[in-house]
């Protein structure tokens, strides 16, 4: 896997497809894989660690179904594996016990922003949490 690989659990495809099409815009060169929920995110996790490598930065949705945000950063977190990956929260909550259940889990949260441009600005944060080469 490259160094510019994110993994992206996100059950919303209208957000996946705004955030390719940001990327392709500002000429952004990752590889997004997307998963619909916690469980996918642990599997490719599970699977990258044996032959491709891991990536460099996940980003959750807190809202999914199967297996939520919470839940599986809590995973993420506890896994000696996959611990040091830099991981952002980014969903549409904007409740003070998520934010404080991120928080205690040394994660960053970040609540979807309503305008294209503002997420345009929100999406080049969280890259930079990617750290390339």
């Known amino acids: 896997m ?3 690989t994110i993994l ?3 059950d919303d495809a209208d957000d996946l497809q705004m955030i390719r099409e940001i990327l392709q815009k500002n000429q952004q060169h990752f590889d997004i894989v ?5 469980k996918e995110a642990l599997t490719f996790l599970e699977n990258s660690l044996v032959s491709v490598g891991l990536p460099c930065l996940i980003i959750l949705d ?3 179904p199967v297996m939520d945000g919470k839940e599986t950063l809590a995973i993420i977190k506890k896994t000696e594996s996959y611990k040091s990956i830099p991981v952002v929260v980014f969903t549409t909550s ?3 016990l998520d934010k404080k259940f991120c928080k205690k889990l040394n994660t960053e949260m970040f609540t979807k922003p309503p305008s294209y441009s ?3 600005s929100t999406l080049v944060k969280l890259l930079k ?3 390339p080469d």
């Open 2 to 4: 490259t160094k510019n």
């Open 8 to 10: 992206w659990a996100e």
């Open 34 to 38: 997307e998963v619909r929920n916690g």
């Open 62 to 64: 807190i809202n999914m």
């Open 94 to 96: 904007e409740s003070e």
């Open 118 to 120: 503002n997420l345009e």
């Open 129 to 131: 949490f990617c750290n």
